[in-house]
């Protein structure tokens, strides 16, 4: 069973950045694929931001480009999403999500997810 937990949320002015953390438990973060979400009030889930189990691919919502990085780290056993020059269309609760293969865009389609962290934007 893999278990996260996010972290790193918060209000902020637009213009910051954040850095959000994903503790993962229950698996080597190298044996699994990560990705980001985000769901605003009324709306569906959105996918911001994924990499391959391997680490040598990562995966970006058009929206997120250029202000988004997706990272982990073996020895944290932990993922990240860096998030520049945030918005107040960015404020979301961001989630973490895992699969042992799936990288890719629907949360469908993700194993383990992690309970949420909020992000608000104020301009």
């Known amino acids: 069973q893999v278990h996260l937990v996010e972290s790193g949320g918060g209000s902020v002015q637009a213009g910051h950045s954040l850095q959000l953390s994903c503790a993962v438990s229950?698996?080597?973060?190298?044996?699994?694929?990560m990705g980001w979400f985000r769901q605003a009030p009324g709306l569906e889930r959105e996918f911001v931001a994924s990499?391959?189990?391997?680490?040598?691919?990562?995966f970006y919502a058009d929206s997120v480009k250029g202000r988004c990085t997706i990272t982990r780290d073996t020895a944290r056993n932990a993922a990240y999403l860096q998030i520049n020059n945030l918005k107040p269309e960015d404020t979301a609760v961001y989630y973490c999500?895992?699969?042992?293969?799936?990288?890719?865009?629907?949360?469908?389609?993700?194993?383990?997810w992690g309970q949420g962290t909020q992000v608000t934007v104020s301009a």
């Open positions: 999500a895992a699969d042992s293969t799936y990288s890719g865009t629907y949360p469908q389609s993700y194993s383990d």
């Open positions: 229950g698996r080597p973060v190298s044996h699994i694929a």
């Open positions: 990499i391959s189990s391997s680490g040598r691919s990562t």
